[in-house]
């Protein structure tokens, strides 16, 4: 069990050892959980991206970065786009910010695979470019907007806007190498969450990494307390407790169990901002093959972090190379 001296009021590793958190399971899913997002996708897939490429934001690791914005089930979105500077396209991504934002895309470059393109969407109502005006642009409003229906809660229009962000990406780079089950998806914390609600419903990805996902098992992840989004869930839960029956379709662990492409998960024994149980219930569940890098924290500084975040850069380069020939 990892253990890191901090003065948070409460144990960032939950009490949990590894075996422990391999045990943590999934919650029972809605009987129309699997009906409600396949009626989602399939709005989603009538929506016309109408992409439009802005201005050039950065240059770095032999990447142009664009701003751009497109439609998509719910509204007009935001992203980054990262193009080769020279040659041919041979490989695709979608990649999911935390809720730090997207305040630049070199933090996800180089991306794993050369050859590749990458849309990376920003969270609808989140600064900068969130273009969603009404929207809370904090993380502990913007996780309770609309929530109380699954209709109107915010997280299923992310969701859409990664659904759109690769419409738009294949819009924008016409190569062929992307048609079909190509693309990666990567996403970290808030991104990794999303990532999994996403992908069991679209057969354009290939594989995807999940970082420190959020989402996961929301019956225990209430229980728990944080210093992230999810405290302000667990405290608007317990005033409104009806509010799971909400949440219940956009938990990243019901979902991972529809998920059966290859997914590598990284997950943390310790981290205060995204309880690790939760983490772990995302990998526990997923139905594909699902290697696992273990790090030591997450959303928290420690010795070594350097270290494993160079592996996980290798590792991950590995996996998508296997995956997405």
Do not use: K
Not at 126 to 137: D, K, N, Q, T
Request: aromatic residues 8%; proline residues 10%.
């Amino acid at each position: 069990m990892s253990s890191f001296g901090h003065s948070f009021g409460f144990d960032p590793g939950y009490g949990y050892g590894l075996e422990g958190l391999l045990a943590v399971g999934a919650p029972s899913e809605p009987a129309d959980f699997g009906a409600f997002w396949v009626g989602r996708r399939d709005a989603a897939a009538r929506v016309d991206p109408r992409p439009l490429l802005g201005d050039v934001v950065e240059e770095r690791d032999g990447f142009r970065v664009h701003e751009v914005f497109y439609d998509a089930l719910g509204g007009r979105c935001a992203a980054l786009l990262a193009l080769p500077r020279h040659g041919p396209v041979h490989h695709g991504f979608v990649i999911g910010h935390g809720y730090g934002g997207r305040h630049e895309a070199g933090a996800d470059l180089p991306l794993p695979l050369p050859r590749s393109a990458a849309i990376l969407p920003i969270a609808p109502g989140l600064p900068a470019l969130g273009l969603r005006p009404g929207v809370p642009p904090d993380p502990d409003g913007h996780v309770l907007h609309g929530i109380g229906s699954r209709d109107t809660y915010l997280v299923g229009d992310c969701v859409a806007a990664v659904w759109g962000a690769a419409s738009a990406l294949l819009e924008l780079v016409p190569s062929p190498a992307l048609r079909g089950r190509r693309l990666g998806y990567l996403g970290e914390s808030f991104g990794g969450g999303i990532g999994a609600l996403a992908l069991p419903w679209d057969d354009r990805f290939a594989a995807a990494r999940l970082t420190v996902p959020t989402f996961g098992n929301h019956p225990l992840r209430c229980t728990l307390p944080c210093t992230g989004s999810g405290e302000s869930v667990r405290t608007h839960v317990r005033r409104h407790p009806e509010a799971l029956d909400v949440l219940a379709y956009f938990d990243a662990a019901t979902a991972a169990a529809h998920l059966d492409i290859p997914v590598l998960s990284a997950c943390a024994l310790f981290d205060p901002v995204v309880p690790p149980p939760g983490q772990f219930a995302v990998h526990n569940a997923l139905a594909g093959p699902r290697p696992l890098e273990v790090l030591d924290a997450g959303h928290f500084p420690y010795p070594g972090e350097p270290e494993q975040r160079r592996h996980l850069g290798q590792v991950t380069s590995e996996f998508f190379g296997s995956w997405m020939r």
